[in-house]
């Protein structure tokens, strides 16, 4: 292995990214051809990954790191081994027609070149999920595809509809990638690895750890989140509030397969138990059978087509749980199947919205005269769909019906499921291959026109190729199945699928049964759909509307902690501010006990009893002044004279700067005071003026407590020793407090100086801020109270 | 306080108080000062200059906003510590170039744009919050 084919995996993970950085600039160089030319990158991408074929069918892995933040054993590595090539090469071989899809689907939208952006960062983001080892690495990427992904959903951002369902897409899956980061952390601590090839090296430790069930809790409630498993399904439908291109893309190769991906990479690592095998197959079972009874339910193309999507994921995660080689086999074949079909479907539902101006079942019919390509491609890839030999989706449903059909009762129940499910996901397929095209031509928004050949490149080229790949079995054993197989199983894997029809073999029955079944749905379609209406209405409640709930909960929720805590009124926040302190400043020292005996006096000069004189007439005057100016000029009489202490003490540095502080104390109070109007004269009554005497003696004795304790144990000088010896070698400085701030401990500075700066501006901002509207508010509060 | 005495004697007040400042911010590092005492002493000489001429006769002087000028100052900080990476030590370490100027040693170090950024953000942004509050309402 050369060192350029090591760093290439880390260019696949970041090169998207950098030409996102490019892409507007693209757009306008190359115009209409933009989308071509873009999709050099993905293609390019799909180019080296065909190079690694030949050394991932010997089975062995092409590994790279970089070290990024290695006091903590943070790299950013990535490697490739079957599983990740096959994820690769669908996100990339799919993204380059999805790029080529793009540039002709939104010909003329102004924002097309943000679009192309992000859609290369998305793409980025994926493959370095897939091609990452280390786990932190796969936790940023991850929840990099959540980000891209909401500004995907909610490219359209003039609709309300589009914001709710970008901002549920990020709640729902960010969330996910919070557990997920939790249960990788959980991991590392139990394996002692944070690679994944680390991990699967300790396969079986995991499983044996007290911590198990925590950690696969959180990694499968990242990974269904991700991959919409009920009951965290509902923003995937609502996605489809994208425009098409990615719908296409998420859907078939991205975004929804991130969380199989996670649960095929974590199977050696969490899988083989209990848990694992009843919490997958319960949740992708439910999940199958409800996104497909939902999906023959609804009436529009995209919408019938995600929630096949949601039956697919469910399928694939229920075959992962159950976790037979079969079982495994088969979810690798139908991951494919399902993006190439699946990509092609959401492509074509595109182009006939594009023709036609609608994408309502009910209204589409007699479009094969007008749109003859994408009939064509519709049936090919409804082939697929629906598992009819020669497609590879007949291979996938063969595999799973053959890992079903080899033990007893469970594994029947669980056939049942599968063939129920597949039927139904059959009949969406017949039906957009068949209800659009044939009939009699119907009125439509517009006239009904072929798509360009942007449009059509791409499903065309992903239904053909789900169709004729079922011909080349052998090199799809040798070359996907044996070394992904390897991966999720962590054992050698020898597949030998073959494309056969062998009547004593019961999983051809299983297929027969599915078609009929189908085609009986497909026949009554219209009762079935109404029938499971009527069910969906007598349920009344989905989980978007509980999503909404909990949404709306936290945000009144919100608004009542603010409402109490923020209630606007100054005197309350400086009064509660204080009481804290002081309770902050008491409790540790009454709870530990370390309140401090009360100190000898000390021997002072005079002038140092001068100094002290000098502070208490300050202080009494503040307290006796009549005028708020008197009090505020003696404020600083007593700061002045805390300076000279300091002076007197040795500490010159200090004194400087606190003379200086308690000069712009008193200049700037003194003007807070002219400027917000305040009375001359303090009109606090006696009882109001005991209440904050209290807290501020509380605060004062507070202060002096910590102090003397602080002073009671013994200075530790060795940092000073330290600064002493070194600040005038290493740091030619001899005033140590200005090396401390400007050398030794610049960081520090640098960040207290970034406070100041923001401090200003968000001082200014206020004053300005009160200039103008909140006083004219103010003032019309004022005029209705009146 | 806007008599006649205050507003003649103002100016000439604050131009030596800048003076000062810069004094004591360059004195810093080897005797009292640094950049933050110099700029508090920088910023109390806007103020008196804002309450003995105005605000809009201050802003004039300075040219730019002072908050410009605070921004400028952490810009400045930050970048000292840059220069550090170009010479392949960590982030803000300081380094020193020593010139021997007729006889008499002319110290330059990143140290030194360190502190007069942390100048720059004092008189800034202090500045600012003494000129906003001595405007009246409605200005800025």
């Known amino acids: 292995m050369g060192p350029s084919l090591d760093i290439s995996i880390a260019l696949i993970a970041v090169a998207p990214f950098l030409v996102a950085a490019l892409a507007p600039w693209v757009k306008s160089f190359a115009g209409g051809l933009a989308g071509w030319v873009l999709a050099i990158v993905p293609a390019a991408i799909f180019i080296s990954f065909v190079g690694f074929i030949p050394t991932i069918t010997d089975l062995s892995v092409i590994r790279v790191g970089l070290d990024w933040i290695p006091s903590y054993g943070i790299s950013f590595s990535f490697f490739v081994d079957g599983l990740s090539l096959v994820f690769g090469l669908l996100i990339s071989g799919i993204g380059t027609f999805i790029v080529i899809y793009s540039g002709a689907y939104l010909a003329g939208h102004p924002h097309q070149g943000r679009f192309f952006s992000y859609m290369l960062m998305f793409m980025g983001s994926m493959l370095g999920l897939v091609l990452a080892d280390n786990v932190f690495t796969l936790f940023v990427f991850w929840e990099l595809t959540s980000i891209t992904s909401f500004l995907l959903i909610g490219f359209d951002h003039t609709r309300q509809a589009a914001r709710r369902a970008a901002i549920q897409a990020l709640v729902v899956t960010g969330g996910g990638g919070l557990a997920l980061l939790a249960g990788l952390i959980l991991l590392t601590l139990i394996t002692g690895q944070n690679s994944l090839t680390g991990m699967l090296t300790t396969a079986g430790v995991v499983q044996q750890s007290p911590l198990y069930f925590a950690a696969l809790g959180l990694v499968l409630a990242g990974a269904f989140a991700k991959s919409a498993q009920v009951p965290l399904h509902f923003w995937l439908p609502n996605a489809m509030e994208a425009p098409t291109p990615v719908s296409a893309y998420l859907h078939s190769a991205t975004m929804v397969k991130a969380g199989v991906y996670l649960l095929a990479r974590m199977n050696p690592v969490l899988g083989g138990t209990d848990q694992w095998f009843w919490i997958l197959t319960v949740v992708g079972g439910v999940t199958l059978l409800m996104g497909a009874a939902l999906a023959v339910r609804q009436t529009d193309l995209k919408q019938m087509l995600a929630y096949t999507t949601l039956g697919s994921l469910g399928l694939l995660v229920l075959l992962i749980g159950f976790g037979t080689k079969e079982a495994i086999l088969g979810a690798i074949l139908y991951l494919c199947a399902h993006s190439l079909f699946k990509g092609a479907m959401f492509m074509i539902a595109g182009v006939i919205d594009h023709g036609t101006g609608t994408r309502d079942i009910r209204i589409l019919s007699g479009l094969r005269e007008a749109m003859p390509v994408t009939f064509i491609a519709a049936v090919l890839a409804a082939i697929s769909m629906a598992g009819f030999p020669i497609a590879i989706g007949f291979l996938a449903k063969e595999e799973m019906y053959l890992a079903m059909t080899q033990g007893l009762w469970p594994d029947l129940l669980f056939l049942a499921v599968l063939i129920l499910g597949n039927a139904m996901m059959m009949v969406v397929g017949l039906i957009i291959a068949f209800k659009p095209f044939l009939g009699p031509v119907a009125d439509t928004p517009h006239a009904p026109h072929e798509g360009s050949l942007g449009l059509l490149v791409g499903p065309v080229v992903l239904a053909v190729l789900g169709v004729v790949a079922g011909l080349f079995t052998p090199w799809i054993n040798a070359s996907v199945l044996n070394p992904t197989g390897s991966s999720i199983y962590n054992n050698l894997v020898d597949a030998s699928i073959y494309l056969g029809f062998d009547l004593a073999n019961p999983a051809v029955w299983a297929s027969i049964a599915t078609w009929v079944l189908g085609a009986v749905m497909f026949w009554k379609a219209d009762q079935v759909r109404n029938g499971l209406r009527r069910t969906g209405e007598a349920i009344g409640w989905t989980f978007d509307q509980g999503f909404d709930a909990a949404m709306f909960g936290a945000i009144r929720l919100a608004h009542r902690i603010t409402g109490a805590l923020h209630h606007g009124r100054l005197e309350w926040y400086i009064l509660l501010f204080f009481v804290l302190l002081a309770a902050a400043l008491f409790v540790p020292l009454i709870m530990t006990s370390s309140l401090p005996p009360v100190p000898d006096m000390p021997i002072l000069n005079f002038y140092e009893w001068g100094a002290i004189g000098i502070a208490a007439i300050g202080l009494a005057t503040v307290l006796l002044a009549r005028t708020r100016l008197t009090a505020i000029a003696a404020l600083g009489i007593q700061g002045f004279a805390v300076a000279l202490i300091f002076m007197l003490f040795g500490a010159p540095d200090l004194s400087f700067t606190q003379f200086m502080v308690e000069t712009l104390t008193v200049i700037i109070l003194a003007l807070v005071m002219t400027r917000l109007h305040l009375d001359q004269v303090d009109h606090r009554d006696l009882e109001t003026a005991l209440r904050d005497g209290a807290v501020a003696l509380a605060v004062g004795a507070g202060i002096m407590m910590v102090l003397l304790v602080v002073l009671q144990t013994e200075l530790d000088l060795s940092l000073t020793e330290l600064f002493r010896q070194t600040s005038v070698p290493i740091a030619h400085g001899r005033n140590i407090v200005n090396v401390i701030l400007v050398d030794y401990r610049a960081i520090d500075t640098l960040g207290e100086i970034s406070v100041v700066m923001a401090a200003g501006l968000a001082i200014l901002a206020l004053i300005r801020l009160r200039a103008s509207p909140l006083a004219t508010a103010r003032k019309q509060q004022k005029g209705r109270a009146a | ?140």
């Open chain 2, 1 to 140: 306080m806007n008599t006649v005495i205050f507003r003649t004697a103002a100016p000439i007040l604050a131009a030596l108080m800048l003076v000062f400042s810069v004094f004591v911010l360059l004195r810093g590092h080897n005797e009292p000062g640094g950049g933050f005492i110099g700029g508090l002493i920088g910023a109390s000489a806007l103020a008196i200059y804002g309450i003995a001429m105005g605000v809009e006769e201050t802003r004039k002087a300075l040219k730019v906003h002072p908050i410009t000028l605070a921004g400028f100052g952490v810009v400045m900080a930050a970048i000292s510590g840059f220069i550090s990476l170009a010479f392949d030590v960590p982030f803000l370490t300081g380094l020193w170039w020593i010139f021997d100027f007729d006889g008499s040693e002319v110290a330059l170090s990143t140290p030194l744009i360190f502190d007069l950024g942390v100048y720059a953000v004092v008189v800034g942004a202090v500045g600012t919050i003494a000129l906003a509050l001595e405007a009246d309402e409605g200005g800025d």
